[in-house]
């Protein structure tokens, strides 16, 4: 029964990420105008926890659903991004950013300390958080889809069942960041938000 129960989980959160993807790139194609920065750093520090995630603990697709999904989700938006708009400009932030991805692989390769590894990847991913912030700070208005990050939000709790029943300790922290910075990134769109472009 308990197999069953996770499962079932593992099943929904990923099916409820297909759902946000895809209600994300529907907003995409209507009139919100997401951080390009964000979705590419999201995929490069996604990858990373992913592969170190993998590493520490094990393969499975199960008790890391929400790493997985996330990266997944954030190259097939990345890609849709790039598929409207292929022009790509980097700032101070991203090289940085990237300048710390490539420090991560490197303490990696040197330490072989997958754990400490995934614990920078996902400080990095939080990082990645401020693309969006800054645009929403500048534009003064929601560019991004509350129901998504919702959707997301509901993902990274459901996902606290496979990751506690399968003692992953690494995708239990994952989802417990995700579920302490999304409503953080919700509050800001509010407070941000003077017309509704994105519903």
Sequence with gaps: MEK???????????????????????????????????WGLFSVGTLLS??????ATEISVV?????????LMCIAILGFIFS??????????????????????LFWILSKDAIWANYFSQALITLGYWPTIKKARKERKRNEP???????????????YPAWMNGNTLSLIYS???IIIIPIMLLVFHKYSKTAPAS
């Design 63 to 71: 008790s890391n659903v929400l790493n997985v999904g996330d990266f």
């Design 176 to 178: 417990i960041r995700s």
């Design 50 to 55: 992913v592969l170190s995630v993998f590493k």
């Design 146 to 160: 509350y129901k998504s990050w919702i959707l997301f939000l509901v993902s990274a709790i459901v996902a606290l």
């Design 4 to 38: 069953f129960t996770v499962l079932v989980a593992t099943i929904a959160v990923y099916g409820i990420y297909f759902y946000a993807g895809y209600d994300y790139i529907r907003a995409i194609k209507r009139e919100s105008s997401p951080a390009v920065g964000t």
């Design 84 to 105: 409207k708009n292929p022009k790509m400009s980097f700032d101070r932030f991203d090289a940085i950013f990237f300048s710390l991805a490539g420090a991560i692989v």
